[in-house]
Structures are given as C-alpha cells and as structure tokens.
Nanobody, 122 residues
C-alpha cells in the first residue's frame, strides 16, 4: 500500500491554470498506474487523466482533452497541469494508484489521496 498526498488546488477564474501534484510515500512501481479523478458535489467520481508508470502511456477524459496534461515528474510524483479552466472543472481532485494497467473506473484503485479542491469562477 502506498500513501498519496495531493497539493496545488486553489481558486482561479475561468481561463486560468493550476498544477496539481501527487506525491507518493515510495517510488512508483514500474507497472503501476496513477490516475487523477475528480468529484463535484452531487456528482459521481469521474476519471480525468492517468499515466502508466514506466510505459509512459497517458489517458484523458474527453471533457478535458487538450486542456489538461498528466505527467510523471520523478520517481514518486505525478502532476496534472490544467489550462483553460472552466467552472465545470470545479471539484475535489484525487489521485489514485493501482498495480497494472490504467482504468478510468475508480473501483479499480486501492490507494487514494485525501484530495485537493479546485474552484473555478466565471
């Protein structure tokens, strides 16, 4: 089991940018997947973007494609760069980890961070 800590959330105006970080307590396994999810009040948790550690494949939800970029920064950090933010991006953002291939289904992930709040005003 790995402990995950997210940071970088905040309040911005529409069109602004934020960079979220997910730091793990240990180095990521070579075949792990780190995925970002978000959950707005009254809505289901949604898979946003993920990266396969070692392989480098990246995955994006259609709703954020072209605006968000997920990347592995070092052995235990994955970041989510968010540009052109919209009010609909307002949510609590979580990173999650699993061993094996990436899924956008949150039920596939065992290890979660506590979340970081992103608020986008119009």
């Amino acid at each position: 089991q790995v402990q995950l800590v997210e940071s970088g959330g905040g309040s911005v105006q529409a069109g602004g940018s934020l960079r979220l970080s997910c730091v793990a307590s240990t180095s990521f396994y070579e075949r792990a997947c780190i995925y970002w999810f978000r959950q707005a009040p009254g809505k289901e948790r949604e898979g946003v973007a993920g990266v396969a550690i070692g392989g480098g494949s990246r995955y994006y939800a259609d709703s954020i494609k072209g605006r968000f970029t997920v990347s592995q920064d070092n052995a235990n950090t994955v970041s989510l760069r968010m540009n052109s933010l919209k009010p609909d991006d307002t949510a609590m953002y979580y990173c999650a980890a699993r061993f094996g291939v990436c899924y956008s289904n949150s039920n596939k992930y065992n290890d979660w961070g506590q979340g970081t709040q992103v608020t986008v005003s119009s």
